[in-house]
């Protein structure tokens, strides 16, 4: 009767020890696939001129300016810097077909300007062409 109490037992204590080992193997299994919920703040809201980044922003359409490249997006433009992407003011010309959102119509007599983030422009024929600010 001893040997089977004592085999009861045993069995028992495996099983527990068992359950708890592949419990914790669960747990530090699943620790390392944590999701970042919050992100630290950008030390901006949005790119301001002179600032690099590391990687060309997703979905920047190219635009080629004669001896000027740029990368635009949502009204900022990028061009290779140093490993990476610098954000920098346009050369007067450079040509997009749609204003960034949040832009602001200046009317000068009865010229339309659209200013955003410093770059002012002028409808042009396929769009809008960046130009120098204008003289109030």
Request: proline share 9%; hydrophobic share 40%.
């Amino acid at each position: 009767m001893k040997n089977i109490a004592t085999s009861f037992l045993l069995i028992i204590s495996l099983t527990s020890t068992s359950f708890f080992i592949s419990q914790q193997t669960n747990a530090q299994r699943y620790r390392h696939n944590a999701v970042v919920v919050s992100l630290p703040p950008l030390p901006h809201p949005y790119p301001v001129w002179g600032m690099t980044v590391s990687r060309r922003p997703a979905h920047a359409v190219l635009i080629n300016n004669g001896r000027s490249r740029y990368y635009y997006l949502n009204g900022f433009y990028y061009t290779p810097y140093a490993g990476g992407y610098q954000v920098v003011r346009p050369a007067s010309g450079v040509r997009i077909r749609v204003l960034p959102s949040g832009f602001q119509t200046i009317m000068i007599g009865r010229r339309p300007y659209y200013f955003f983030n410093g770059v002012y422009y002028r409808p042009c024929s396929r769009g809008f062409v960046v130009v120098d600010a204008p003289r109030f």
